[in-house]
């Protein structure tokens, strides 16, 4: 397996344009995690999913961020509209849901918004 | 919601071991202590999780206190790669769970 894929690996983008993030988890595994991570906050985690259902979006920052889960084999991170302060590194992750034994993460989008 | 607690900071020599502490003193009964690392613009790495008896894989060893209040993460023979940031993170096992990280230890190895 070629790991959990994210696209594009560097996103540079103008404030208020819409910015799309994506995730491919590795086949087999059921539940799917969103992070951003910047130098102020560190690591935060964002939304995630079990069975392409969202569990917990509580650490989204805004209205302006949104994530789907349409199959197993795929999901979204959108920004609508993007802002400066939305620069950072977003990772995604997935794993086993039913164990949690690991959590195998992408190697992130870098996000810059100027 | 911080559950662990780690120091910012450590230095370690190269070839020498490397034991990076953790405090959780809240843990329950059927939390798991995992811990990961993040080596500069990687993703986090999955290391090593255990409950209460100690744990050893080919990258590291956990030891977990009776009381299972604090643990450490040992390297036995630290290498120039093994600069990273390392997460203590305490969660349940089985079941639909977040996983959350806090601000983990820097670890530097030093030549």
């Known amino acids: 397996d070629a790991g959990v894929i994210q696209s594009p690996r560097h996103e540079v983008t103008e404030m208020g344009q819409e910015v799309t993030l994506r995730c491919k988890p590795i086949?087999?595994?059921?539940?799917l995690f969103w992070y951003r991570q910047t130098m102020m906050r560190g690591l935060e985690l964002l939304i995630y999913?079990?069975?392409?259902?969202?569990?917990?979006d509580s650490g989204m920052p805004e209205d302006r961020f949104s994530a789907k889960m349409p199959n197993a084999s795929f999901s979204t991170l959108k920004i609508q509209p993007s802002e400066p302060r939305d620069s950072a590194v977003y990772f995604c992750?997935?794993?086993?849901?039913?164990?949690?034994?690991?959590?195998?993460f992408g190697q992130g989008t870098r996000l810059t918004v100027v | 919601d911080a559950k662990t607690t780690q120091p910012p900071s450590m230095d370690c020599a190269e070839g020498r071991a490397a034991n990076l502490p953790c405090n959780h003193s809240?843990?329950?009964?059927?939390?798991?202590v995992y811990w990961y690392r993040q080596i500069h613009s990687q993703g986090p790495q999955y290391i090593i999780h255990?409950?209460?008896n100690n744990e050893t894989n080919e990258m590291a060893s956990l030891i977990i206190t009776e009381d299972r209040k604090s643990s450490t993460l040992i390297l036995p023979h630290a290498t120039l790669r093994d600069t990273a940031v390392y997460y203590c993170?305490?969660?349940?096992?089985?079941?639909?769970?977040?996983?959350?990280f806090g601000q983990g230890t820097r670890l530097t190895i030093n030549p």
């Open positions: 992750a997935s794993s086993f849901g039913h164990s949690n034994t690991e959590a195998f």
């Open positions: 086949s087999g595994h059921n539940s």
């Open positions: 999913f079990n069975n392409n259902v969202p569990i917990d």
């Open positions: 809240t843990i329950s009964g059927n939390e798991y």
């Open positions: 255990g409950l209460k």
């Open positions: 993170i305490v969660r349940v096992l089985q079941g639909a769970q977040k996983l959350v």
